[in-house]
C-alpha cells in the first residue's frame, strides 16, 4: 500500500536568512494558516530549521491544488532570492521516481563514546572502540542507494566528533545537495574542528548541554565539563561570525529530567546568553517497556522510571522556561503537549517516520529510528547484506507500518516511545 505521508508530504523550503515570504501572503489570501516560526514552540513542526515554512498535510483535492500554486509561487520568489546570495535547500518533497524512498536518513558513524550519560544506553551496555565506526565508504554506499534524500543526520548513540573521517562525511552528503547536521557532546569541538566543519558544509550542529551548573551537568553528562562545552559553543559561534557565514545552524540540546529540572530557567539564561541559534528541550525518548524481561535494559528502564517527571510538573517548568525565553528573545523548543493532539483520523499512523527516515547504526542494522535504542530492538535488515532502498520496501517494514496505523495495537516498541505518546 502506498504510504500515506509521502503523498502529502510537508511543503517545506529552507532559507538561510529571514526575507518576507510572499508564499504566506498566497495562502493568506486563499484562506488558510500557514503556521510561521514563533519564538517558542512545541512538538516537531520546524523540527530541524525554524525558519523553515510548513504547510501541514494537505488533504483535500482542493488544498492539494493550494498548495501546487503556492509551491510554483514559493519556488519562483526563491529564484529571485537566489541571485542575491540566499541559499535555497529544494522542498522536502520527494521526485515521484522516489517517491517510495526515505527523504532522510540518521547514519550511526560511531557507537563509541568518550562520556557516560545517565540517560544513554551508551552508558549500560559494553563499551565501544574505534573498530565500531562506520567507513566511509559504506556511508558512500548509502547515499548513492537512496537518490531520494535530502537530510542526513551523521550520528546516532555515540560521540560522531570521535570519528577520523567525519569532515569527509560531511562533505560527502553536502556535494550532493543533501542537508547534513549532527548533534555532539561538544567536548572535543576545538575552533580548528569547527572550522574543518564549516568548510565541509554541515548544516546544522546541536550541542548536548543538560545542566546550566557543573554539578548537574556532570551528574547527568558523566565525565563532562560544562565550562569546556561552553567555551567550544562560543568559539564555534565566533568562527562562524568571522567567517561571515549562517550555518551550521547551532543548537543547544536539553533533556529534560527530575535531576536538571529546577534549571531550566537558567538554562535558557545560557542559551541566550552563549548566542545560540535555538534552545531545544526534549523528554527522555522511551520507557523501555517493551523490553522488560531482558537484562540488557534493566538498569536504563529503573533509572528513566525515577527520573521521568509527571505531566502536570512538566507543564509547568515548560510554561515558565517559555515566559523566559520570550523575555529574552531566545528561539526554544519545547517537548509535545499530549492533550492538544488533535484525534488522528481512519489509517493515520501515530507517527510517520517510517515513511520519511530510517536509522542505520554503525555495523550496518537498520532500524525504524533513533528512538529504539540499542541494536536489539526493532531490528530490519542490515545493509551488508542487503540495501538499504530494499529494507525499506520489505515486508517486514510493511507490517511495522501496518502496525502504526492500528489506533490500540502498535508495535510493541513503539508503545512506550515519547514520540508516539508525544511527549518528545
Ligand atoms: C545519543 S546522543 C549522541 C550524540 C552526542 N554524543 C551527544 O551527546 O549529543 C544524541 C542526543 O540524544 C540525547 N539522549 C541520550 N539519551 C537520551 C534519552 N534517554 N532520552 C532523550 N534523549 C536522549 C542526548 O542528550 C543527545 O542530545
Ligand atoms: S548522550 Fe552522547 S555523550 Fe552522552 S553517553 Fe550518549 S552518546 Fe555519549
Redesign the pocket.
Known amino acids: 500500500m502506498a504510504p500515506p505521508l509521502t503523498q502529502s508530504s510537508p511543503l517545506e523550503a529552507r532559507f538561510t536568512t529571514r526575507p518576507p515570504c510572499p508564499l504566506s501572503a498566497t495562502i493568506a489570501h486563499r484562506g488558510l494558516r500557514i503556521p510561521r516560526a514563533p519564538a517558542v514552540h512545541r512538538g516537531r513542526a520546524h523540527e530541524q530549521d525554524p525558519w523553515s515554512i510548513n504547510a501541514t498535510t494537505w488533504t483535500t483535492r482542493s488544498t492539494t491544488t493550494i498548495a501546487a500554486s503556492a509551491h510554483a509561487t514559493l519556488r519562483g520568489w526563491a529564484v529571485g532570492y537566489a541571485g542575491s546570495g540566499v541559499r535555497m535547500f529544494e522542498p522536502a518533497v520527494p521526485r515521484p521516481d522516489e517517491a517510495s524512498l526515505p527523504t532522510a536518513l540518521q547514519v550511526e558513524v560511531t557507537g563509541a563514546?568518550n562520556?557516560s550519560?545517565q540517560?544513554?544506553?551508551?552508558s549500560y551496555r559494553p563499551r565501544l572502540g574505534r573498530s565500531a565506526h562506520m567507513s566511509l565508504s559504506s556511508l558512500r554506499s548509502l547515499l548513492d542507494d537512496l537518490p531520494s534524500l535530502r537530510e542526513v543526520t551523521l550520528?546516532?548513540?555515540?560521540?560522531?566528533l570521535l570519528v577520523r573521517d567525519l569532515e569527509a562525511m560531511v562533505r560527502e552528503a553536502s556535494s550532493r545537495g543533501i542537508r547534513v547536521g549532527?548533534?555532539?557532546?561538544?567536548t572535543l569541538l576545538t575552533a580548528a574542528k569547527s572550522q574543518a566543519l564549516i568548510a565541509a558544509g554541515l548544516d546544522w550542529l546541536?550541542?548536548?548541554v543538560?545542566g546550566a551548573c557543573q554539578e548537574t551537568f556532570a551528574a547527568i553528562?558523566v565525565g563532562g565539563h560544562l565550562d569546556t562545552v561552553l567555551n567550544h559553543l562560543r568559539q564555534l559561534l565566533l568562527v562562524r561570525a568571522e567567517l561571515g557565514v549562517n550555518r551550521p545552524r547551532v543548537q543547544m540540546?536539553?533533556?529534560v529530567m527530575r535531576r536538571n529540572a529546577s534549571e531550566l530557567d537558567a538554562l535558557v539564561d545560557l542559551a541566550a546568553d552563549v548566542g545560540v541559534d535555538r534552545l531545544w528541550i526534549?523528554?527522555?525518548?522511551?520507557d523501555f517497556a517493551d523490553v522488560e524481561g531482558d537484562e540488557t535494559f534493566v538498569a536504563?528502564r529503573g533509572w528513566?522510571a525515577q527520573q521521568q517527571l509527571e505531566d502536570e510538573q512538566l507543564d509547568a517548568l515548560l510554561a515558565d522556561a517559555a515566559r523566559r525565553a520570550r523575555d529574552l528573545g531566545l528561539d526554544l523548543r519545547l517537548p509535545d503537549a499530549p492533550d492538544t493532539r488533535a484525534p488522528r483520523t481512519a489509517g493515520e499512523p501515530g507517527c510517520d517516520w517510517p515513511w520519511r527516515s530510517a536509522y542505520v547504526g554503525y555495523d550496518g542494522t537498520v532500524q525504524p529510528c533513533?528512538m529504539v535504542?540499542g541494536h536489539e530492538r526493532g531490528v530490519l535488515g542490515n545493509i551488508h547484506e542487503q540495501p538499504l532502498s530494499s529494507i525499506w520496501r520489505s515486508a517486514e517494514y510493511e507490517r511495522l507500518r501496518d502496525g502504526l496505523r492500528s489506533e490500540h495495537d502498535p508495535p510493541e516498541i513503539c508503545r512506550g516511545c515519547?514520540v508516539y505518546r508525544h511527549r518528545?
Not at 540517560?119 to 551508551?122: E, K, P, T
Not at 550520528?155 to 560522531?160: A, M
Request: charged share 10%; with cysteine.
Open positions: 563514546c562520556l550519560c540517560m544513554c544506553l551508551v550520528q546516532g548513540l555515540g560521540e560522531p549532527l548533534n555532539t557532546n561538544g546541536h550541542v548536548s543538560d553528562r540540546n536539553t533533556v526534549q523528554g527522555l525518548s522511551h536504563i528513566t533513533c535504542m515519547a518528545f
